[in-house]
């Protein structure tokens, strides 16, 4: 089945613990995404990456890492996590140019 | 500035007709996209205009004037399952890397 992969579904941390949030997909898309949502605010892009080793920011990428050492796999990591990074997290993917982005079903984290 | 305006929530009962607006101000565009997201879980890809004029899919249609930078979803004979959060999306460049959303329309669907 063709699927993106978030884990974990739910965090809770403390501030300024590391941590990583994996997105794995297994439809060989070049392009991963990873979007943050928030009431009110709609889905806000953090970074993309168009292949492997090629990564870039989007709208709010303060406070966040990402890598794609791999074309399926796109962590994300927050180093020194923060309450203002409390959120809903989604992962997506999508061919380069194509429109549909496939989505992850999300991870709820929050940061006391 | 890129900003996408949709009204942030919509209500109708079972079997009506509903329009989801949408108007865009962005740097680039390359086509509007659909989302369905139901209860907080994964967004779902709904149809995608890339030329003016009307793309219909089953019970949902979508619209899009560039010249106007405007376009609309509209969902026919409603269903309570239709009930949901609906966000446009413009593509922002020709490499489809920017995929910008809008703050999302909920729909309740009541009988």
């Known amino acids: 089945e063709a699927q993106v992969t978030q884990n974990p579904r739910y965090l809770i941390t403390v501030t300024g613990k590391k941590l990583t949030v994996t997105c794995s997909q297994n439809?060989?898309?070049?392009?991963m995404s990873w979007y943050r949502q928030d009431p009110g605010l709609g889905l806000r892009q953090i970074y993309y990456?168009?292949?492997?080793?090629?990564?870039d920011k989007g709208d709010v990428p303060e406070g966040y890492k990402v890598s794609r050492k791999e074309k399926r796999n796109f962590p994300l990591i927050l180093e020194s996590p923060s309450p203002n990074q409390t959120s809903l997290y989604f992962c997506?993917?999508?061919?380069?140019?194509?429109?549909?982005?496939?989505f992850g079903q999300g991870t709820r984290l929050t940061v006391v | 500035g890129q900003s996408l305006e949709q009204p942030s929530e919509v209500t109708a009962v079972e079997g009506a007709i509903v329009q989801i607006n949408c108007t865009y101000q962005t740097s680039g565009f390359y086509g509007l996209s659909w989302y369905q997201q139901h209860d907080g879980g994964a967004p779902t890809f709904l149809s995608y205009n890339a030329l003016d004029g009307l793309e219909e899919t089953g019970r949902f249609s979508s619209f899009l004037s560039r010249s106007d930078s405007y376009g609309y979803l509209l969902l026919q004979e409603l269903q309570m399952k239709d009930s949901a959060s609906y966000f446009c999306a413009v593509r922002g460049n020709q490499a489809g890397t920017a995929l910008i959303f809008g703050k999302g329309t909920t729909l309740s669907v009541s009988s």
């Open positions: 990456s168009m292949n492997v080793e090629v990564t």
């Open positions: 997506a993917s999508k061919t380069g140019m194509n429109t549909e982005a496939f």
């Open positions: 439809m060989n898309h070049e392009y």
